[in-house]
């Protein structure tokens, strides 16, 4: 796929069919925290008591709407600076995540890491079948996962840790995967309220250990499950 030929996928809400905007190639405008909300929003939701929305359906995000707002609100504004095109997410379950970051970004690369164990897992190649993406199967600590994407040779601008929110999980992908996050690049933990003990912890030390902390954002208006956005040292 050539540089300007970034697929674009579609949101199905009925039979209604909403063509995603290019967002990242109108210069030097940042959406909105409310105008991503919602197109978030209209999205769809995977489950409205856990993660709240409009609708269950859609694309099954798995993202609390006044959550991801702000965080991608305050990514776009590091575009300048470094741009997000290689993405590697743990933790896909449907595709509602990489649905969005790909919408809201000109992503390259995109590596999907899932045990496809999520009961919403059979919906991500009709979620994301306009989406040109790697899908690696298996746990993210098993061997031959780790290998792939070391053998890929690549240093991501966004990981996105979606997986086992359990301490001892969560340490370990960090523990492995950090190493493929470039200089300057961020870190996406999801649960950090949901699973304190887990996420945010792990989110609490890196930010003693150095990464820097963006921020946490926790929803305000409805379930709140937490995003730690952390990122690593400029080199």
């Given at each position: 796929?050539?540089?300007?030929?970034m697929a674009k996928a579609k949101i199905f809400i009925g039979e209604a069919e909403v063509e995603q905007?290019?967002?990242?190639?109108?210069?030097?405008?940042?959406?909105?925290?409310?105008?991503?909300?919602?197109?978030?929003?209209?999205?769809?939701?995977?489950?409205?008591?856990?993660?709240?929305?409009?609708?269950?359906?859609?694309?099954?995000?798995?993202?609390?709407?006044?959550?991801?707002?702000?965080?991608?609100?305050?990514?776009?504004?590091?575009?300048?600076?470094?741009?997000?095109?290689?993405?590697?997410?743990?933790?896909?379950?449907?595709?509602?995540?990489?649905?969005?970051?790909?919408?809201?970004?000109?992503?390259?690369?995109?590596?999907l890491i899932d045990d496809n164990k999520h009961g919403k897992h059979s919906l991500r190649s009709t979620?994301?079948?306009?989406?040109?993406?790697?899908?690696?199967?298996?746990?993210?600590?098993?061997?031959?996962?780790?290998?792939?994407?070391?053998?890929?040779?690549?240093?991501?601008?966004?990981?996105?840790?979606?997986?086992?929110?359990?301490?001892?999980?969560?340490?370990?992908?960090?523990?492995?995967?950090?190493?493929?996050?470039?200089?300057?690049?961020?870190?996406?933990?999801?649960?950090?309220?949901?699973?304190?003990?887990?996420?945010?912890?792990?989110?609490?030390?890196?930010?003693?250990?150095?990464?820097?902390?963006?921020?946490?954002?926790?929803?305000?208006?409805?379930?709140?499950?937490?995003?730690?956005?952390?990122?690593?040292?400029?080199?």
């Amino acid at each position: 796929m050539k540089g300007d030929e970034m697929a674009k996928a579609k949101i199905f809400i009925g039979e209604a069919e909403v063509e995603q905007v290019d967002s990242f190639k109108i210069q030097g405008y940042v959406q909105t925290v409310d105008e991503i909300e919602k197109f978030i929003l209209d999205a769809g939701s995977d489950n409205l008591p856990t993660f709240g929305g409009r609708f269950e359906g859609g694309i099954h995000l798995q993202q609390c709407p006044d959550e991801i707002a702000p965080c991608l609100v305050d990514l776009l504004k590091y575009k300048d600076e470094i741009e997000i095109r290689n993405y590697l997410e743990i933790g896909s379950a449907a595709g509602g995540s990489c649905f969005v970051f790909n919408h809201f970004f000109p992503l390259k690369k995109i590596v999907l890491i899932d045990d496809n164990k999520h009961g919403k897992h059979s919906l991500r190649s009709t979620i994301l079948k306009d989406v040109n993406y790697q899908e690696l199967i298996g746990r993210s600590d098993d061997e031959a996962v780790v290998n792939a994407v070391t053998q890929m040779d690549t240093l991501f601008d966004l990981i996105v840790l979606d997986g086992d929110h359990s301490y001892q999980c969560v340490k370990v992908d960090t523990a492995i995967y950090l190493q493929f996050l470039r200089p300057g690049g961020f870190l996406f933990l999801h649960d950090t309220v949901y699973a304190p003990g887990g996420d945010g912890r792990v989110m609490r030390e890196l930010a003693a250990g150095g990464m820097e902390l963006v921020a946490e954002y926790v929803s305000q208006k409805g379930p709140k499950c937490g995003i730690g956005l952390l990122r690593k040292a400029v080199a």
